[in-house]
Structures are given as structure tokens and as C-alpha cells.
């Protein structure tokens, strides 16, 4: 795990991670420890625990097959199923309900719909919740937000489609680019509150963009 520091010195921490800590993040969950390209240049003033005694590069990291990962739950048994790389992340607010067994049947029939239209190769895509189930008491503030920006890391998918304003506000504070050139793209959709009843032809206009991307 690594802790990013105070607010009071944003100049003691990477350039990669200066975004991340903007954006309130406090710790960042690393299984498998911090990549060799974050950890040179951490000062004093930026605590360090790594998992692993030896930091991988962020590539080898990427590649890294999510059962590998100590996840908590519900994010290690969705990892735990995976087949395939995934090439995109999809995730919405009430996600986590959905695999903790209070799953909503008109949003499962929702995204059964959509996946049926974007007609993706299995495996392509990867439902990683970006908030703790409702009710639950984390260990700590920003748990769920953590876990969600290592998922991406780890699986290095390029793309992430949030469903609703409350995931892309989060995805989009993780991953705004520095440079002009991100290395993931955030789409924002609308929420599944607002897709669930829509006419098939309606439903496919909502999310084309995702029927566009080139993924692989």
C-alpha cells in the first residue's frame, strides 16, 4: 500500500501520482507492490509499504492476471473468474449492489441487452465496481475508489465506460491526463436509471460509442 502524503507537499510525490492525490486519494491498494516507475523519487515525506519486497515494473504489472491479486471483496471473486485480459472496464454506482446479492433485475436485463448489441468477444470486458456495497463499513475512507484505480492498473485496460455521473466524475479524476495523451479513456454514458425502458433503436443511439471503439 502507499500512502501519497499530505496536501501540505504535493512536491514530494511523482509526477504520475500528483493527479491521483488531487483527487483526494489518500492510499493506493498494491497487492503487488508499487511499480518501479512510481517508487523512484518518493521522498521521506511519502510512506511506502510494498507488498512485494521487489517492485515490478508497471508494464509487468499490468499484465498481471487478477487472480494473482489479494482483492477483498466482491472485487476478488469477480477477479477470480476472469478467463481472458480484459480490454475494457465497465462500472456504474450501484454496481456493487449488483454483485453482492442485491442485483436489480431490470439493470441485469439492461446491460444483458447491451452486451448483446455491442456483441463483444467474451472476455472482452470487465464489470469492476468503483463503490463499497451500500452500508458497508470499510477499513477506510476511499477504499473502493482505491481498489477500483488498482483494478485498472493491474489489468492495464485502456478503455473504462462509467454509467452515470457519479462514476465518470471518479474515473475522470483518476485518469485526467497530464500530458494531453491519457493512457486510459474514460466514456461517459448515462445512467442505467435513465437507459432502463428506453426502445431498443434508442438504447443502441445511447451507447454507440462504445460500438465504435477498436479494442484489442
Not at 501540505?8 to 488531487?22: G, H, I, K, M, S
Not at 478467463?83 to 456504474?92: D, R, S, V
Not at 495523451?181 to 435513465?194: G, K, N, T, Y
Request: proline share 10%.
Amino acid at each position: 500500500m502507499a500512502r501519497l502524503g499530505s496536501f501540505a507537499a504535493p512536491v514530494d510525490l511523482p509526477e504520475q501520482l500528483r493527479p491521483w492525490r488531487a483527487a483526494g486519494l489518500e492510499t493506493l491498494f498494491l497487492p503487488e507492490g508499487l511499480p518501479e516507475d512510481l517508487a523512484v523519487g518518493l521522498s521521506a515525506a511519502t510512506s511506502v509499504q510494498a507488498g512485494t519486497a521487489t517492485a515490478r515494473p508497471v508494464q509487468a504489472q499490468r499484465r498481471t492476471a487478477g487472480p494473482a491479486a489479494h482483492w477483498p471483496e466482491p472485487w476478488q471473486t469477480i477477479a477470480a473468474r476472469l478467463q481472458a485480459k480484459p480490454q475494457i472496464i465497465i462500472t456504474y454506482a450501484s454496481l456493487t449492489a449488483d454483485v453482492t446479492g442485491a442485483a436489480d433485475p431490470a439493470r441485469r436485463k439492461l446491460f444483458q441487452s447491451i452486451l448483446a448489441y455491442l456483441a463483444w468477444p467474451q472476455g472482452t470486458c470487465l464489470f469492476w465496481p468503483c463503490t463499497d456495497a451500500p452500508g458497508s463499513t470499510p477499513d477506510a475512507p476511499g477504499r473502493a475508489r482505491n481498489i477500483f484505480l488498482n483494478g485498472v492498473l493491474t489489468f492495464g485496460v485502456a478503455h473504462i465506460a462509467c454509467f452515470g455521473p457519479e462514476a465518470a466524475r471518479l474515473a475522470s479524476a483518476l485518469f485526467e491526463p497530464a500530458d494531453g495523451q491519457p493512457d486510459v479513456l474514460v466514456h461517459s454514458l448515462p445512467a442505467p436509471e435513465e437507459l432502463i425502458g428506453l426502445l431498443p433503436h434508442e438504447l443502441h443511439r445511447a451507447v454507440a460509442r462504445l460500438k465504435d471503439l477498436r479494442l484489442g
